[in-house]
């Protein structure tokens, strides 16, 4: 272990140290390939979470030469994003040393040079609301659900300063930062099953759909709702329709797709979650042999930019199809390998619809408005 000036670094791999500049401009000595840095707390202010960042790209690795055809549709350039250059990951083990155990390779799950990563443990995760959302601490100490646990510390985090965010058991073949252009605001995928696929997210600080997924969350756990609903995906979803009725009521969750103005100030991208049918017949692209001959059926289920609805719901795809859609194609929900809901890297994981039987709004009404103005009174959020 190294140190410097209060700053502890942990080295995962045996490589030689090299020093690495902060944004304090205090030198610290890093891993040459993937360092973690864990700042000590202040008299002035707590840094919240684990951070890595990666240095440099070993072309030796297994996974290091991922080819993809994807390239975002876009007339605005990617030079300029207003969504903040961090990655937040959240889950169950105590450190990161405990993540590269189960993803060794960040970039495998879109990481690249550019993106500051920081990981939320269950200790980190619930010290974060304390401190900016401490209405929802009661609510989250209850949860035995390890995948609830995660919903609400990613929204919150996301809804106070933005970034990005993927599950731990993601698997992309695009770097997350050629996911958004300069336009973007919020990024999500349209789950396959129930309601926003949660498990990746963009945001751009104070943004309104993050904001309205979290007024959403409160309502959740303020009345009764049905049980088989899953709060992320759910709660998404109704804070992305709010955002529609509010800023552009012309559009509706059952018709809008890929990227689009939402009022003056939103810029929605949407991708789309797809069940593979006949997988092996959709080349070894988009359903390598591994998962072909799964017999776990979410290694089924792959992620597409799909703005003309030219989806892979056909049970015998031409070559043309195939091609199409290899074209539109950013990496599946699961990493290969995965045999199970969760893939052992969260506590109760989601178990998503067609698995269980499905309820949306139940009708009942909140004791007490929860609304945007709440959220962000309770956040310190600026209008």
Same mark, same amino acid.
């Given at each position: 272990m190294c140190s410097s000036n209060g700053f502890f670094f942990?080295?995962?791999?045996?490589?030689?140290?090299?020093?690495?500049?902060?944004?304090?401009?205090?030198?610290?000595?890093?891993?040459?390939?993937?360092?973690?840095?864990?700042?000590?707390?202040?008299?002035?202010?707590?840094?919240?979470?684990?951070?890595?960042?990666?240095?440099?790209?070993?072309?030796?690795? !297994?996974?290091?030469?991922?080819?993809?055809?994807?390239?975002?549709?876009?007339?605005?350039?990617?030079?300029?994003?207003?969504? !903040?250059?961090?990655?937040?990951?959240? $889950? *169950?083990?105590?450190?990161?040393?405990?993540?590269?155990?189960?993803?060794?390779?960040?970039?495998l799950m879109g990481v690249t040079q550019e993106l500051h990563v920081r990981y939320f443990n269950n200790t980190e995760c619930h010290a974060y609301l304390e401190e900016y959302m401490p209405l929802l601490v009661k609510f989250y100490n209850k949860q035995r659900h390890g995948a609830y646990k995660g919903d609400i510390c990613r929204t919150a985090i996301l809804a106070r300063e933005g970034g990005f965010y993927v599950d731990l058991d993601m698997q992309l073949v695009a770097p997350l930062l050629d996911l958004v252009d300069d336009e973007t605001t919020f990024m999500t995928a349209k789950s396959g099953t129930e309601g926003c696929l949660n498990a990746i997210i963009a945001a751009s600080p104070g943004n309104l759909v993050m904001l309205n997924t979290l007024a959403e969350m409160e309502k959740w756990f303020q009345y009764e709702h049905d049980e088989n609903e899953l709060l992320g995906p759910v709660t998404m979803q109704r804070g992305l329709e709010n955002t529609l009725a509010a800023e552009c009521p012309e559009k509706n969750w059952s018709t809008v797709r890929g990227q689009f103005k939402c009022g003056a100030n939103n810029a929605v991208r949407l991708f789309q979650e797809q069940h593979l049918p006949n997988c092996e017949q959709w080349g070894s692209t988009l359903c390598p042999s591994m998962r072909a001959r799964s017999g776990f059926e979410g290694q089924k289920y792959a992620l597409?930019?799909? !703005?003309?609805?030219?989806?892979?719901?056909?049970?015998?795809?031409?070559?043309?199809?195939?091609?199409?859609?290899?074209?539109?194609?950013? $990496?599946? *929900?699961?990493?290969?390998?995965?045999? $199970?809901?969760?893939?052992?890297?969260?506590?109760?994981?989601?178990? !998503?619809? $067609?698995?269980?039987?499905?309820?949306?709004?139940?009708?009942?009404?909140?004791?007490?408005?929860?609304?945007?103005d709440w959220v962000k009174n309770h956040m310190h959020i600026a209008n």
């Open positions: 942990f080295v995962l791999f045996s490589t030689p140290c090299f020093a690495l500049s902060v944004s304090s401009g205090t030198q610290i000595e890093a891993s040459a390939s993937q360092s973690l840095v864990r700042r000590q707390e202040s008299d002035l202010a707590r840094v919240f979470g684990e951070s890595i960042k990666l240095h440099r790209v070993d072309h030796t690795r !297994p996974g290091a030469h991922i080819i993809s055809k994807f390239r975002l549709n876009t007339s605005v350039g990617q030079k300029h994003l207003k969504i !903040p250059k961090q990655l937040i990951l959240t $889950g *169950p083990f105590a450190s990161m040393r405990e993540v590269f155990q189960h993803r060794g390779d960040l970039r597409f930019d799909l !703005p003309h609805n030219h989806g892979v719901q056909i049970t015998h795809p031409s070559a043309e199809d195939i091609a199409l859609n290899e074209q539109v194609f950013i $990496g599946w *929900p699961r990493f290969e390998g995965c045999d $199970g809901w969760g893939c052992g890297l969260t506590d109760h994981p989601d178990v !998503p619809y $067609g698995e269980v039987s499905h309820h949306y709004y139940n009708g009942k009404k909140s004791k007490k408005s929860v609304t945007v």
